[in-house]
């Protein structure tokens, strides 16, 4: 972590899926590796009325194709805890949810936020993603085209499986997913800074990569409370069955909103 304070516009940073006039609570959803905010926009129809829904705009994806990847996941975290900071007022309780590899940069802008901006999130929602000092350094980076899609497909973590055999969109997909997986191989695990919000770790029950027994992990990354909850489906649970992670998800932030 270098906590660097660092000048971020966060209108380039973070996009509001559903803002209401008088949230009672925000919710910021951190993608999973070659992904973008867009993938959360489906969310928005199922938020109460009281809920803001926003999701982090990582650079070089859907409408930022043209701006160059981050060089480090550390450099990442740091330009979105200024957009956070800068952007979401602290009036309204913030939760973070971050998806795979969203969940090690959820965790990072988390302990920017509380170290760096004492500015702390209620709660931090992981999933499918072990916590931080168990990650593996696979080497996925690495690999040629064909390896690395055929072994994160091997894996059950390669997003939009369809898409990557049509030739145009691999090509424009796969150098975002290789480069998701170099932040991720390329990060340091340790020393892993505890968060004091408290952390609710979430795991498909068909997840072969982020299984419940890794995914309790998480409770090493908080010196506050943790719960750890086993979903319905597979690593990409939280876009078959959405419905089912938000009744989890939507009550566990009000809770904490009001303690």
């Not at 999933?127 to 996925?140: F, I, K, M, N, T």
């Not at 090493?220 to 992670?245: I, N, V, W």
Request: with cysteine.
């Amino acid at each position: 972590m270098t906590g660097e304070q660092r000048p971020a516009d966060p209108a380039q940073w973070l996009r509001a899926h559903r803002t209401v006039p008088d949230p009672q609570v925000r919710l910021l959803c951190f993608p999973h590796a070659g992904a973008g905010p867009g993938v959360y926009r489906p969310w928005a129809e199922d938020m109460p009325s009281y809920a803001e829904l926003w999701a982090a705009r990582y650079p070089g994806r859907e409408d930022r194709l043209a701006h160059p990847f981050a060089t480090s996941l550390g450099e990442l975290a740091d330009d979105l805890t200024a957009a956070v900071a800068a952007g979401l007022g602290r009036d309204v309780p913030l939760a973070l949810f971050g998806h795979s590899m969203g969940a090690v940069i959820a965790h990072e802008v988390a302990v920017r936020l509380e170290n760096s901006h004492d500015f702390r999130p209620v709660l931090l929602a992981v999933s499918a993603r072990e916590g931080p000092l168990q990650v593996d350094h696979a080497g996925l980076h690495l690999l040629d085209d064909d390896a690395l899609v055929a072994r994160t497909r091997g894996m059950g973590i390669q997003p939009n499986a369809d898409a990557y055999a049509d030739p145009e969109l691999r090509e424009l997909l796969l150098p975002v997913l290789r480069d998701d997986c170099r932040l991720l191989e390329t990060h340091p695990t340790s020393p892993v800074t505890r968060v004091r919000a408290p952390v609710l770790a979430f795991a498909g029950r068909s997840d072969p990569a982020s299984p419940a027994a890794l995914m309790s992990s998480w409770a090493e990354a908080t010196s506050g409370a943790f719960r750890l909850l086993e979903m319905p489906g597979d690593h990409f649970y939280l876009f078959s069955h959405t419905k089912d992670l938000l009744s989890e998800l939507i009550p566990a932030l009000s809770r904490e909103a009001r303690r």
